[in-house]
């Protein structure tokens, strides 16, 4: 048949006046890649038989790749040479992770026909042809396709930021706080969204820029990841509890974020625009006041003042700033 690059016929008999009943054939979009952008490998299983049962299919070996199914296409009909044939297909997104040759193993499916039957289900006597076929044994049929081979660049050194992380693909970024005005010391939220097409799973933390007028405790992160024929989409959403310290209009700097982008083999930058919150002075009815302890039998006197608003400090590998950002959360802030 008139297969696509990599196909594999099937290994039944070919029929004297055209294909065989049953054949598959296997294609990547893309033959020349660069490390970690999205290939969308496709497999159609071609039959113009009936089939006893459904069809089993054994994914490739993809060492050195990542995958991820992508949703069934609708079946579908289609001529070859002549001859009419249902076709089932199955899409893989696949991602590389290094740089150099890639192989792409046989796919293989497995099906039962009637062992010594080849009629045509487009026939106009497909009923009678079939019946009296009688009912014969059933035999195994094996499909394969064959190995497909990806050239995998690696990515540029020249023009790469500095904060790039290894996204690849094409991406945006957006900000946006859950308020607008808040008194100094009280908790806003700010929620960064890096949307787009490529493996949003590899997407590391996304650094804040300086804030010294804002408090930042750790950052949460969320994955929505969307799948269609087309490859792998999706958002990942970084939020973070942040405090302000002081009171007066204030500004977030743009948040920028890295990525290559293989359509235009270049690094983009992308960025959020500056926010502004406005903070007033907090409530001092609301800060702790000085208190001092009574001396003991023969201890010395303890003298402690406070003269400002106490906040739980955010410590790396102490886990009292995630607890803080948790009951801010259950408060219904997040």
């Known amino acids: 048949?008139?297969?696509?690059?990599?196909?594999?016929?099937?290994?039944?008999?070919?029929?004297?006046?055209?294909?065989?009943?049953?054949?598959?054939?296997?294609?990547?979009?893309?033959?020349?890649?660069?490390?970690?952008?999205?290939?969308?490998?496709?497999?159609?299983f071609h039959y113009a038989i009936q089939l006893l049962g459904n069809a089993e299919w054994t994914p490739p070996d993809t060492t050195g790749m990542?995958?991820?199914?992508?949703?069934?296409?609708?079946?579908?009909t289609a001529?070859?040479?002549?001859?009419?044939?249902?076709?089932?297909?199955?899409?893989?997104?696949?991602?590389?992770?290094?740089?150099?040759?890639?192989?792409?193993?046989?796919?293989?499916?497995?099906?039962?026909?009637?062992?010594?039957?080849?009629?045509?289900?487009?026939?106009?006597?497909?009923?009678?042809?079939f019946f009296a076929a009688g009912l014969t044994m059933a035999?195994?049929?094996?499909?394969?396709?064959?190995?497909?081979?990806?050239?995998?660049?690696p990515l540029?050194?020249?023009?790469?930021?500095?904060?790039?992380?290894?996204?690849v693909g094409r991406f945006r970024i957006k900000a946006e706080l859950d308020k607008g005005t808040v008194k100094a010391g009280d908790a806003v939220n700010l929620t960064v969204t890096v949307e787009g097409n490529g493996n949003l799973k590899a997407l590391g933390d996304?650094?804040?820029?300086?804030?010294?007028?804002?408090?930042?405790?750790?950052?949460?992160?969320?994955?929505?990841q969307a799948k269609d024929e087309h490859g792998v989409r999706g958002s990942k959403v970084f939020k973070t509890v942040l405090v302000p310290k002081v009171s007066g209009d204030?500004?977030?700097?743009?948040?920028?974020f890295s990525y290559f982008d293989p359509g235009q083999e270049k690094y983009v930058t992308a960025q959020t625009p500056p926010l502004r919150l406005?903070?007033?002075?907090?409530?001092?009815?609301?800060?702790?006041?000085?208190?001092?302890?009574?001396?003991?039998?023969?201890?010395?006197?303890?003298?402690?003042?406070?003269?400002?608003i106490r906040h739980v400090r955010a410590r790396p590998g102490f886990d009292g700033a995630a607890s803080a950002a948790a009951a801010v959360a259950g408060a219904g802030m997040l």
């Open 79 to 129: 001529a070859v040479e002549g001859r009419n044939y249902n076709v089932s297909e199955v899409k893989i997104a696949l991602f590389p992770l290094t740089p150099g040759p890639k192989t792409v193993g046989p796919g293989t499916i497995r099906c039962q026909v009637q062992k010594g039957v080849d009629v045509d289900p487009f026939a106009g006597d497909f009923f009678r042809q």
């Open 66 to 76: 990542l995958s991820e199914d992508l949703p069934p296409s609708p079946a579908r």
């Open 206 to 224: 996304l650094p804040l820029p300086e804030m010294p007028e804002f408090r930042a405790y750790e950052t949460v992160t969320s994955l929505n």
């Open 1 to 44: 048949p008139a297969a696509a690059p990599g196909a594999a016929p099937s290994r039944g008999q070919r029929r004297a006046n055209g294909p065989p009943p049953v054949f598959v054939t296997a294609e990547t979009d893309k033959k020349t890649v660069f490390a970690n952008e999205q290939v969308v490998y496709s497999v159609k």
């Open 139 to 153: 035999e195994p049929v094996t499909l394969q396709t064959k190995p497909l081979q990806l050239n995998v660049k």
């Open 250 to 256: 204030l500004a977030l700097p743009p948040i920028p």
């Open 156 to 167: 540029p050194e020249a023009g790469k930021p500095a904060g790039f992380g290894g996204a």
């Open 278 to 308: 406005g903070v007033t002075p907090g409530d001092p009815a609301q800060a702790p006041v000085g208190f001092q302890a009574a001396p003991g039998p023969g201890a010395a006197a303890i003298t402690a003042v406070s003269d400002d």
